[in-house]
Structures are given as structure tokens and as C-alpha cells.
């Protein structure tokens, strides 16, 4: 079992939704972090999170919209997406601040289909 | 800038011979290198970690990675392959100064058959 949970496992929406992911972690991990993924393909970094504050957005589409309400929570609000949203958008959490070769932990992702 | 190279789309093994899923990277300071799984409709598993020192490191279900400096090479190896290990395989590099972030390769899709 993961133990990054990530809410729904599914979710389709029309171009004019709002919607939220949710992700949640209890390893006291303080850097989260959001991927996007098509199939067959390696994740895209989004956004990361480090002691709750935005640290890295890799120029993603103001449609996409992080949130951090506590160290064990992370969601990403969506509104008016398009087509080419579509994928695998997946959580990860890892220690931060400690050795570098401390492992990102996945969970298992919310399949988004845009309509 | 790091990258991380997976020359490979696709491996196909028979169950029970060894198999290798090869990776090599490029980065500017200390590599710190992991290997993650991903069965279908499941996010990326950890598999293993470089160890500073180990050569050989050993991780998950049989899995171990062979760290080559001069090769730049972190190759993923298990003695005898199981039908269950078919999956897609990446291989990430997180460099120093880079902050959290993790460079992925391509991704190689391993099949093992009967």
C-alpha cells in the first residue's frame, strides 16, 4: 500500500469545471511535490512544496493552481482545462533539508480526462 | 544541467534469465540516482537508491543496481526474472544545487515472458 493517498482515483470534467485533487501524507515529509504523467511516459515535475511554500512552479498554465494547507496536505485546483490536460496526475512527498539521496514517495495518482 | 539517458524503450527476458535495464547519466557535481517501478494504473514505486561507496546496491523484490563512475552508468539488474517484474522502469538523477528536483529518464518497458 502507498502511503501517499491521493483523492479521486478518477475524475472526469467539462472545459468550464472546477475541480480539486487532493493529496495527503503522514511521513512528517516536508517537501511535496505535483507530477503530471501521459502514458508511457516519465512524470513532468509541476510544482514542488517545500515547509508549505511554493519552491519550484515549472511554468505551468495559470489553470492549474497549487495549495499547501499544512505539511500533510496538498491539492491542486482546476479550472477551465483543456483537452491536452488529460493524463496521470501524481503526488509525492520526500524529507527535505536532509541527505540528498533521501527517495520522492509516490501515490497512486488521479486519472483526469478533460471532455 | 543533469540528464538521465534510458537507450532502451523496451526489454524482453525470459522468465527465469538474468535481466538488465540500462541507464547513464550526466550531471555536473554528486550523483544521487534511483531507480522507480510503475505497474499499470499505479503510480512510481522506489526500487532503490545510490549508495556513496556501494557499487552494487541492493533494493526491493531482488532488485540491485551496479553504479559505474567512469561509465556513468547505473544499470538495473535481478538474477532471474519473474513474469510479475513486467512493468515500466525509470531511472532519475538528483544533483546537487538542483534543490528537490529529480530528472527522469524515458522510462523502459520491461516484459518478461514465460
Known sequence: DTEVTQTPKHLVMGMTNKKSLKCEQHMGHRAMYWYKQKAKKPPELMFVYSYEKLSINESVPSRFSPECPNSSLLNLHLHALQPEDSALYLCASSQDGGPPNQPQHFGDGTRLSIL | ?114
Open chain 2, 1 to 114: 544541467a543533469q540528464s538521465v539517458a534510458q537507450p532502451e524503450d523496451q526489454v524482453n527476458v525470459a522468465e527465469g534469465n538474468p535481466l538488465t535495464v540500462k541507464c547513464t547519466y550526466s550531471v555536473s557535481g554528486n550523483p544521487y540516482l534511483f531507480w522507480y517501478v510503475q505497474y499499470p494504473n499505479r503510480g512510481l514505486q522506489f526500487l532503490l537508491k545510490y549508495i556513496t561507496g556501494d557499487n552494487l546496491v541492493k533494493g526491493s523484490y531482488g532488485f540491485e543496481a551496479e553504479f559505474n563512475k567512469s561509465q556513468t552508468s547505473f544499470h538495473l539488474k535481478k538474477p532471474s526474472a519473474l513474469v510479475s517484474d513486467s512493468a515500466l522502469y525509470f531511472c532519475a538523477v538528483r544533483a546537487t544545487g538542483e534543490g528537490n528536483k529529480l530528472t527522469f529518464g524515458t522510462g523502459t518497458q520491461l516484459k518478461v515472458e514465460l
